[in-house]
Each structure stands twice: as structure tokens, then as C-alpha cells.
């Protein structure tokens, strides 16, 4: 069954065709990795999945349910979580308020009510603050709930930020580039953070991710695009013995003398 599917997915810049009538369809409860060269459309795939960009043609589908026009909140609201490239953190604040702030969207308390110290209110707060500690201790950050998120070493940032996802209680999470920037041990502990997700919590999750050996140990699922273009999908052992996957990462003389 699939959770996620795209279907003729198709992304225009001006002249420029950044994503080309993708068709793909991302099983429930698996991990599946978005792969390809520097400029090849992964983030403007994410980006349509999520609300940022509208496709210029083409269908995405949450569980069944048409996703497209649907704005970027109420996409999050419907159970799609993401992290980014670049980490969005709210540097000032701390590690726990940083959980708190991906929880609001699940809680019926406005500002008003906040402010008022309503009792019912009050009682949503502290669920919330538990919940939010249960995530942290969940990605190994219960010990730095206090501190201020931008003071936290790189991995843990990362970490961070997946737990802000999870706040969102997401059916699935898309993690752009999740690995970048990570010394080795870091990208181990990821990579048993993920795996925990997928079989804990049953979420669906994809990945964008440039380190190889991170995605063909994670995923089940890979979807290949270049120059947006689909090239190639399968799983781990088909997509690494592909020549057109070969070609679209080394070149074309390359790919000859690794296959010959
Ligand atoms: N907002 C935009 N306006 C114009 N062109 C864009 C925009 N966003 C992306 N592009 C172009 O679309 C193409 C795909 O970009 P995208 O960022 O999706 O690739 P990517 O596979 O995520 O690359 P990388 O691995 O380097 O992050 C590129 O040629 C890029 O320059």
C-alpha cells in the first residue's frame, strides 16, 4: 500500500524543467530515498510534496487524500513532516521550546487562552510539555531540554530538528539531507534514529541524502532523478548496479570502465 504517490509530478522555472512528470509511489511504513546529482530536483520534489511549491502539472496523493493546493500548515496538519538542508532551528530558544513550537499545530489553545492562564489551557500546556520531553528523551536530548538550541553541537541540531518533526505526530517525514555536515559517529546514530522511527513509530520516511552508504543501508525504496528526470528506481542492489545511475553520478567514459 502506498502512502505517498506522485504521479506525473512536474516543476517549471522559467525555461528550465526542474522537476519532469515524476511518477512514483512511497510504500507505508518503509524508507525510501530520494537520490541524484547536484541540481537533479530532489528539493523542488520536496518542496511540492509539502506545500512550498504548486506542481505545474501532475497529482500527489497523502493516503488517498489529493495534496495539491493544499496549503503548507494544514499539509503538516494532515501528517507530513520535514526537515531541511540547511537547519531551521529557533536558534534563541531553548531545546524544549523548540519541541513545543512543532506541537502547536495539535493544540486547540490560541494566544488568548495562553495568555489568560485558563485552566483547561494550562493542563493542554503541561501534556504538551511532557510530550515534548518524551520526543526528546526519545532522539537522546532530554539532558539539554534547557539549553539554547544554537548552542547544541551540530548532530544534536539534527537530532533537534527531527524531534520538532515528530511533534507534528507525522504519518510521514521527509528528511532533506539528514547526514550533511555529520562526523561518523553522528551519521551512525542517525542512522539508528531512523530505523527506530520507521519500526517505532510506523512512520513513513523519505530521505534526501548524498552519503551512499547511508542510503543503501536505510532504504528499501530508491527513486533516481537527474536533470528531474526519473532514471532509475528500485531497491539498494538495483540502483547500484545501474549503468544509467552509474552515468548520471560519474559521466559517461566513467560509467563504461566500472561496468566493463
Ligand atoms: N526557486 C527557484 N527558482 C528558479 N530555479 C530553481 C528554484 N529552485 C530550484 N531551481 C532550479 O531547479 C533545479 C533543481 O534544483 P533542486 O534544488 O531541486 O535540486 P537538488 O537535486 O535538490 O540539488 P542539490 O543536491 O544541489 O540540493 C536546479 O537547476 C535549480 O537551480
Redesign the pocket.
Known amino acids: 500500500m502506498s502512502m505517498l504517490t506522485v504521479t506525473k509530478l512536474t516543476k517549471r ?2 525555461g ?1 524543467i ?2 519532469n512528470g515524476v511518477d512514483f509511489a512511497f510504500p507505508k511504513g518503509t524508507i525510501s530515498a530520494v537520490i ?10 520536496f518542496n511540492m510534496i509539502t506545500g512550498i511549491y504548486t506542481p505545474d502539472d501532475g497529482q500527489i496523493e497523502l493516503d488517498g487524500k489529493s495534496i495539491v493546493n493544499v496549503k503548507p500548515d494544514r499539509i503538516t496538519g494532515m501528517g507530513i513532516a520535514r526537515t531541511f ?1 540547511n537547519i531551521r532551528l529557533f536558534a534563541t530558544m531553548t531545546v524544549l521550546e523548540n519541541v513545543m513550537v512543532g506541537m502547536h499545530i495539535h493544540l486547540k489553545a490560541g494566544v488568548l487562552g495562553s495568555l489568560l492562564h485558563l485552566p483547561r489551557i494550562r493542563h493542554e500546556e503541561n501534556t504538551a510539555m511532557e510530550e515534548a520531553y518524551r520526543l526528546l528523551e526519545y532522539v537522546g536530548l532530554e539532558k539539554m531540554l534547557n539549553e539554547q538550541a544554537g548552542s547544541l553541537p551540530y548532530g544534536a541540531q539534527r537530532r533537534l530538528e527531527i524531534a520538532r518533526a515528530l511533534a507534528t505526530r507525522p504519518k510521514v517525514l521527509l528528511l532533506d ?1 539528514p547526514a550533511a555536515g555529520m562526523n561518523p559517529r553522528e551519521t551512525v546514530e542517525l542512522t539508528t534514529l531512523i530505523k527506530r522511527i520507521q519500526r517505532e513509530l510506523d512512520i513513513t520516511v523519505i530521505l ?1 541524502e ?1 552519503d551512499m552508504k547511508l542510503v543503501m543501508e536505510l532504504s528499501e525504496h530508491i527513486l533516481v ?1 537527474d536533470y ?1 528526470t526519473k532514471i532509475a528506481e528500485g531497491n539498494p542492489d538495483e540502483i547500484r548496479n545501474n549503468p544509467r545511475v552509474i552515468e548520471a553520478y560519474l559521466g559517461k567514459s566513467a560509467a563504461k570502465e566500472v561496468i566493463s
Open positions: 522555472f522559467g528550465l526542474a522537476v541524484g546529482p547536484n541540481g537533479a530536483g530532489k528539493t523542488t520534489f538542508q539531507e534526501i548524498h532523478l528531474g
